[in-house]
């Protein structure tokens, strides 16, 4: 299983001769390496509804007609708009041909905001993503505060690499996401969520330093590890 980082949030997995994008906010994104109109994806998964994670979903999957796999109201507004959706819920798994996927709690708020209405649409519950292949756990912990229940899901789950926020400001920023590693007790962690915009720039090897050695991985745009 080969696994990528693209910038803000966006993470690629490739497995079972699947490609599967989550969070792909690609246009807006100075930190990405991933074009918009030319990425391939047979799977999408969200986290939530905000713009900076939904980003060119809608584009990317009506090209490559990729499911998306959302929580359920959020999986209702994209359909709205033609897209190919699976619809889920926090504490839910499903089984797909290509792996498992269950969303996970996270603290956080999710709606869709149009600027020329000044209207804001209530996308569900943001949730985080439990994805297992071939024997491998990914986390993505999508937009989230700490929270104590990060014990539990690392309890359940062997997770072999985890993807936390470090940016601050709207999630947790690096000394909470050094403990929630600690809770989660992933063989690898990833910081995302960082550097996109002035209010969230952190320095991801600082955050990797709060970890035990070997354990951070500050991975640049465009970047793969392999589990």
């Known amino acids: 299983m080969n696994i990528s980082y693209h910038g803000h ?26 074009d918009a109109a030319t990425v391939e994806a047979d799977v999408i998964i969200l986290t939530h509804g905000h713009g900076d994670h939904v980003g060119d979903t809608v584009e990317i999957a009506k090209r490559n007609n990729s499911l998306v796999i959302a929580s ?3 999986a209702d507004v ?10 889920m819920s926090i504490g839910g798994a499903y089984t797909f041909a290509f792996g498992k996927v269950k969303l996970t709690q996270a603290f956080h708020s999710s709606s869709y905001v149009n600027q ?10 943001p949730t985080g993503i439990l994805f297992t292949a071939e024997n491998k756990s990914i ?17 359940r789950q062997s997770i072999d690499v985890a993807f936390l926020p470090i940016g601050d400001n709207h999630t ?46 500050a991975l640049k745009p465009g970047e793969q590890i392999s589990i």
């Open 116 to 125: 020329k209405t000044k209207t804001i649409v209530y996308t569900g519950m």
């Open 78 to 87: 994209l359909s709205w708009e033609g897209v190919r959706t699976h619809a």
């Open 72 to 74: 359920a109201e959020l």
């Open 9 to 34: 949030s966006v993470v690629r997995i490739q497995t079972n001769g699947k490609t599967i994008l989550i969070d792909p906010f690609l246009r807006g994104n100075s930190a990405t390496d991933l």
């Open 139 to 155: 986390y993505h912990a999508g937009d989230t505060g700490l929270f104590y229940d990060m014990n539990v899901i690392g309890a």
């Open 172 to 217: 947790m920023g690096p000394e909470d996401a050094a403990l929630a590693a600690e809770w989660l007790q992933a063989k690898q962690v990833v910081p995302i969520h960082y550097n996109t915009f002035p209010f969230i720039e952190q320095d991801p090897n600082k955050f990797v330093s709060l970890l035990p050695e070997g354990v951070g991985v």
